[in-house]
């Protein structure tokens, strides 16, 4: 018959626990880039057109959010 293991420490336990959470964050980082990119696939396949459109508007908001924050900061592109 076996010995009965003894009962593990809580500190390891612990430790044990906080390894995992490296890979739970990967994990759900990845998965919600997955389901956020997932409805642009469909358009990307269904209509070379609308694709194009919604890339080309994704950069222009881009930009339009860099040269706002580089506004309000105080730095723009022509001199004063």
Same mark, same amino acid.
């Given at each position: 018959?076996?010995?009965?293991? +003894? +009962?593990?420490?809580? &500190?390891?336990?612990?430790? &044990?626990?906080? $390894?995992?959470? +490296?890979?739970?964050? *990967? ?5 919600? *880039?997955? @389901? ?10 269904? $209509?070379?057109? @609308?694709? @194009?459109?919604?890339?080309?508007? $994704?950069?222009?908001l881009?930009?339009?959010?860099y ?12 001199? &004063?």
């Open positions: 018959m076996p010995q009965p293991q +003894p +009962p593990r420490r809580l &500190e390891d336990q612990f430790v &044990e626990n906080v $390894s995992r959470y +490296p890979t739970y964050f *990967i994990t759900v980082l990845l998965g919600g *880039i997955w @389901a956020g990119l997932q409805p642009f696939v469909g358009l990307y396949r269904k $209509s070379p057109t @609308a694709a @194009a459109m919604v890339t080309l508007g $994704s950069l222009l881009l930009l339009f959010v040269l706002t924050l580089r506004g309000m900061t105080g730095n723009t592109f022509w001199p &004063e």
